[in-house]
């Protein structure tokens, strides 16, 4: 294969030039050689790397674990079992994510069950959203509405 501008790689993989870009600013992807004008110049190695990161991040995978998952793949010493283990543990978080999200999803569901839509400037959505930090929204959404 030959040499691909940042253009062609982005076509090839399905991730934006200013991704790319970050990905090589924080050490994600290998910096690639340059030509004599400055541009960067990659291989096929490159389209593989951006890849594997582009279909990480789809899995939801954080930068750190895709990073993880890439030291282990490039020093050609990993095990199946390794793998598992950060699966495993992104696994739980997305677990702990959903449980969050569902959480959040009856306390919104709360709120706005109390609000009644009318053209008053009064809401209870607004006045537990400027609740202290140290008031749980589950207090704040349970109080009685005003009358």
Known sequence: MRA?????????????????????????????????GGHRSYETGHVKWL????????LRF?????????????????????????????????????ADLRR???TLAGMAARCDGSQVPECPIIDALFAPRSEPIRRVHRRSSRG
Do not use: S, W
């Open 4 to 36: 691909l501008t940042i253009g062609k790689l982005a076509e090839a993989t399905g991730v934006n030039l200013e991704t790319i870009r970050y990905y090589e600013r924080i050490g994600l992807m290998p910096r690639p050689a340059r030509t004599r």
């Open 51 to 58: 890849n594997f990161i582009r279909r990480g991040r789809e």
């Open 62 to 98: 954080t930068l750190n674990e895709v990073r993880e998952l890439l030291r282990l793949v490039d020093a050609r010493r990993y095990t199946c079992a390794q793998v598992q283990k950060i699966a495993i543990r992104h696994i739980a978080d997305i677990q702990q994510k959903r």
């Open 104 to 106: 959040l999803q009856r």
